[in-house]
């Protein structure tokens, strides 16, 4: 009855996948403090929050069994953001999530970290489908998905009354068509 | 790696959250008989991160919350263990049972566990509770234990508790014995 869950570490050509640590806390803090980053992913939160957000990413691995990795640059070691895929209790699809630390975007790191994380997903994960919640107005962030070939599928309606764009990826089968080398390298 | 252990006692196992787990706890997190010591209504969303974020704690710290069930029938009959979330300001031996299963001296049963697990295993020196000063069940439980009352009205997060210092290793066990 005991429970084991190990998260795997990934890798893309710029960046390392990994499990998040209490020592992320405050590359992940700056994400949600800045405020016009948090506009789109639920607003300021607090430093204590943050903390709570990292345990509840975990843990959403034991429960789910894949879930969010932390994203590392693999020049320095530096905490740039996480993404991966997700699913909390309201969520309608299965999702790959992503997000930067301030300063982090405009040089396609978001995009290649998701494209690692939807291999992960259809190769490891079983999953027939992805897709990515993008709110509306964010810009960057249907840009990144996007650039892995998402197309608008409706919208869905998360937290009770939150209602954010669903962009969809190509299924598995042509997603490897389309990147062949899976962005893995 | 992260383990989850399973604590076993008399009557009761404390186990790691499962999603099977979030529909009865979020049919409680809707009673106010319930809910009104532990921060009141939190809607089905925020219980399963809850039961997230418990798990993950494992994964940061070493240790976290638990859910708890009889361990003759897997019934849960509510949740408890040692936490530390962001804010707090030590870690601290919690707990909490559905009313319909109060009374039956299975929070004594479940803290005396996790307070041994931290004293044995974690290297704890020392535990404190978060009491609401109105919740005399707990208080109860808290005088059972050996506690005593050392702050009142301590804020945290976004909330307001006494904190009850629980009895150092030494005199725990001398009281209340090594082994569940």
Redesign the interface.
């Known amino acids: ?6 998260i795997p570490t990934l890798e893309t050509q710029r960046l390392r996948l990994r ?1 998040l ?2 020592t992320d806390l405050d590359g992940f803090a700056s994400i949600y403090s800045d405020a016009e980053n948090a506009r789109f992913i639920g607003g300021v939160v ?7 957000k ?10 789910r069994g894949w879930g969010i990795f932390a994203l590392e640059s693999k020049a320095n070691g530096q905490f740039i953001g996480y993404c991966g895929p997700w699913r ?3 969520w309608q699809h299965d999702e790959i999530a992503y997000s930067l630390v301030p300063g982090q975007s405009g040089k396609g790191l978001a995009a290649e970290a998701a494209r690692r994380a939807i291999r992960f997903a259809y190769e490891s994960c079983g999953w027939a489908g992805a897709v990515s919640y993008v709110d509306a107005g964010n810009e960057a962030s249907r840009r990144v998905a996007q650039k892995n070939g998402a197309r608008r599928d409706g919208s869905a309606t998360i ?2 009354d939150e209602t954010v764009e669903v962009w969809r990826y190509p299924s598995p089968r042509q997603f490897s068509a389309l990147f062949p080398s899976w962005g893995s390298a | ?6 604590i076993e006692t008399e009557r009761l ?1 404390m ?5 099977e787990d ?1 529909e009865l706890f979020t049919a409680n997190w809707k009673r106010p008989d319930w809910n009104e010591y532990i921060g009141g209504f939190r ?3 925020e219980v ?2 809850l ?7 494992w ?3 070493g240790f976290g919350f638990m859910a708890v069930a009889l361990r003759e029938t897997g019934e849960l009959i509510g949740m408890g263990g040692l936490l530390r ?3 707090w300001p030590e870690p601290e031996l919690g707990w909490s049972i559905f009313p319909e299963h109060q009374g039956k001296g299975y929070a004594t049963e479940m803290t005396m566990a996790a307070l041994r697990l931290a004293y044995t295993e974690l290297g704890w020196t020392t535990a404190m509770s978060l009491i609401d000063a109105r919740n005399g069940a707990s208080i109860g439980v808290a005088k059972k234990l050996g506690a005593s009352l050392e702050r009142h009205s301590v804020p945290v ?1 976004h909330f307001v508790a006494d904190i009850w210092r629980h009895l150092p290793p030494e005199q725990f066990f001398k009281l209340h014995g090594k082994t569940n």
Do not use: Y
């Open positions: 009855m005991k429970v084991e869950f190990e499990g640590a209490e607090s430093r204590h929050e943050c903390w709570r990292i345990a509840l990413m975990i843990g959403h691995w034991h429960i909390p209790d309201s937290l009770d | 790696m992260t383990t989850i252990p399973v196992l186990r790691g959250w499962h999603t979030h809607n089905r969303d399963w991160n039961m997230c974020e418990a798990n993950g704690s994964s940061l710290q979330p962001g804010g997060t």
